[in-house]
C-alpha cells in the first residue's frame, strides 16, 4: 500500500477509535449541566369523555356543594371583596378547568387548592353547573361591589383599542379575538362582571409566571408583551362595567 495512502487510513482509524471518548467526554459534561423539568400547565385533556362530565353537572346539587361558596363568592355568585372573583354566569367548562387545576395545584391559591382537594370530578361539574346558571342582573340581597368607579378616559382609550384592535406592531392579539367583543364566551374566562383587583392580579400573575395553568402559554405571552399601564387599563375598564356598554363621549377612540 502506498506511504500516503496508508497514512490517510490510520488517521482515519485513529478519528474512529477515539469517538466513543469525545461522546463520553461531552455527556458528562452535558450531564453536570441542570436540566429544567418540564412543566404541564394543566392535567385536564378536553377529551369526549371529560367534556361529557364538564358539560352534564346536576345544578341543584350544585346548589348545595356551593353554600361553603357564599362566604368569599357572595350568596348570587357576587363577591363584597375585589380581589376574590365573580363566578355568577362564568362558563362552566371554565369552572371545571379551574377547580382541577386547583386539585392538581397547576394553579397555586393555598385557599382553593384546599378546598378543590375534596371535590369530586362530579362535585366540580355540580359547581360549574350551578354557578353557570346564575344571573347577572342586580339583587338587593347581595353585597357586591361590582362594577367599580368608571376609570379616567385615557385609561379607558387604552383598553379599548387592545380589546378591539391590540397591537400588531407588537404582535398582540385583540382581546376579544378569545374573550369576545362584550367579553362573554363559551369556554373563555369571563372579563366582564369580573372585579377589577381580581383582574389585574391575574394579570400580573401571567405577566410574570406566577400563575401558569395557560395551555399553550397563550395569556402568559400576550401578558407578558403589556405594560403595568395597559393591564391596569384593562382591569379598570372590565371591573368598572364598560365591557358591556357603548363607548360615546369623552371614550371615543381617535
Not at 15 to 33: D, E, K, N, W, Y
Not at 105 to 120: D, G, N, T, Y
Not at 161 to 174: E, K, N, V, W
Amino acid at each position: 500500500m502506498p506511504r500516503h495512502k496508508f497514512i490517510k487510513r490510520m488517521r482515519w482509524l485513529l478519528c474512529i477509535a477515539g469517538l466513543p471518548f469525545a461522546v463520553a467526554l461531552l455527556g458528562g459534561s452535558a450531564a453536570q449541566t441542570p436540566q429544567l423539568p418540564v412543566r404541564i400547565p394543566s392535567n385536564v385533556a378536553w377529551t369526549e369523555d371529560t367534556l361529557d362530565i364538564a358539560a352534564n353537572g346536576d345544578p341543584f346539587r350544585g346548589l348545595l356543594l356551593a353554600r361553603r361558596c357564599e362566604h368569599c363568592h357572595g350568596v348570587e355568585g357576587f363577591s363584597n371583596n375585589l380581589s376574590i372573583p365573580n363566578l355568577a354566569s362564568v362558563d362552566k367548562l371554565v369552572i371545571y378547568k379551574q377547580l382541577d387545576d386547583f386539585r392538581s395545584h397547576k394553579r397555586p391559591v393555598a385557599v382553593m387548592q384546599e378546598i378543590a382537594a375534596s371535590l369530586s370530578p362530579r362535585d366540580s361539574a355540580d359547581l360549574a353547573a350551578y354557578f353557570s346558571m346564575l344571573p347577572t342582573t342586580p339583587d338587593r340581597g347581595d353585597k357586591r361591589v361590582y362594577p367599580q368607579p368608571a376609570p379616567d378616559p385615557a385609561h379607558v382609550r387604552v383598553a379599548a383599542r387592545l380589546i378591539a384592535s391590540g397591537d400588531p406592531q407588537r404582535g398582540l392579539p385583540a382581546c376579544d379575538v378569545c374573550h369576545g367583543p362584550i367579553a362573554v364566551v363559551r369556554g373563555a374566562p369571563l372579563l366582564t362582571y369580573q372585579n377589577r383587583d381580581y383582574l389585574l392580579h391575574q394579570l400580573d400573575g401571567f405577566a410574570t409566571g406566577t400563575r401558569a395553568n395557560d395551555i399553550n402559554v397563550r395569556m402568559r405571552s400576550i401578558a407578558g408583551m403589556l405594560t403595568e399601564d395597559e393591564r391596569g387599563a384593562l382591569a379598570d375598564y372590565y371591573g368598572s362595567g364598560l365591557g358591556t356598554v357603548f363607548l360615546g363621549p369623552p371614550y371615543n377612540i381617535e
